[in-house]
């Protein structure tokens, strides 16, 4: 089976612009989790969807980052306008969900993401 | 929050020793899961343990949990260099979401 599938790998932009971060999850799950991690912060939840439904959006840092899922096989996470504290490796990870919460997490290989 | 508290934050072993790695959490939680990390990947899935569970076992890994002490370990047996990652402890609360809270990592080192 494939994996959560993350693109860019890798971006390098200037601030002010806007960054749009891709992700497929795996076939059949229906959570997806945004996840951000820094040497400072280590790894914090953005957002997280249910059935393509935003579930919990307390981890998003202010009204420049927005999440959506439009359909079971895609989610976007943008960035307007993008700011050097920005930096970090975005990931996005998905999960079979249910009531019980006792489902792993798969995580994609992240995007690296500068903001100079 | 109740971000978990790993301890040590980096462990050199020799190949073949064992290697243990306990996190610390604050509050009641529905299940605490274990997750590696090689340099430049994403995070990869080890073990689940629901709160009623006390140890759970998979191949060469050992969980313990305690939920009196808000306290887990994470026993790697008869380490290899492949074992070579920073590993996590995750939180998943009794708030009926499947948010996760991330401890700070081991970063663990095996040396041949």
């Known amino acids: 089976d494939a994996g959560v599938i993350q693109s860019p790998r890798h971006e390098v932009t200037e601030m002010g612009q806007e960054v749009t971060l891709r992700c497929k999850p795996i076939?059949?799950?229906?959570?997806l989790f945004w996840y951000r991690q820094t040497m400072m912060r280590g790894l914090e939840l953005l957002i997280y969807f249910n059935n393509n439904v935003p579930i919990d959006d307390s981890g998003m840092p202010e009204d420049r980052f927005s999440a959506k899922m439009p359909n079971a096989s895609f989610s976007t996470l943008k960035i307007q306008p993008s700011e050097p504290r920005d930096s970090a490796v975005y990931f996005c990870?998905?999960?079979?969900?249910?009531?019980?919460?006792?489902?792993?997490?798969?995580f994609g290989d992240g995007t690296r993401l500068s903001i100079l | 929050s109740q971000q978990g508290e790993e301890d040590p934050q980096a462990l050199s072993i020799q190949e073949g020793e064992n290697a243990t790695m306990n996190c610390s959490y604050k509050?009641?939680?529905?299940?605490l899961q274990w997750y590696r990390q090689n340099s430049g990947r994403g995070l990869v899935h080890l073990i689940l343990i629901r709160s009623n569970e006390r140890e759970k076992h998979s191949g060469r890994l050992r969980v313990t949990l305690d939920t009196s002490k808000k306290s887990s370990s994470l026993l790697i047996t008869a380490s290899r260099a492949a074992d070579t990652a920073s590993y996590f402890c995750?939180?998943?609360?009794?708030?009926?979401?499947?948010?996760?809270?991330f401890g700070t990592g081991t970063r663990l080192t095996i040396i041949p």
């Open positions: 995750a939180m998943m609360g009794n708030f009926g979401n499947e948010k996760l809270t």
């Open positions: 990870a998905s999960s079979r969900g249910g009531g019980s919460g006792n489902q792993p997490q798969h």
């Open positions: 076939s059949g799950h229906n959570s």
């Open positions: 509050t009641s939680i529905n299940n």
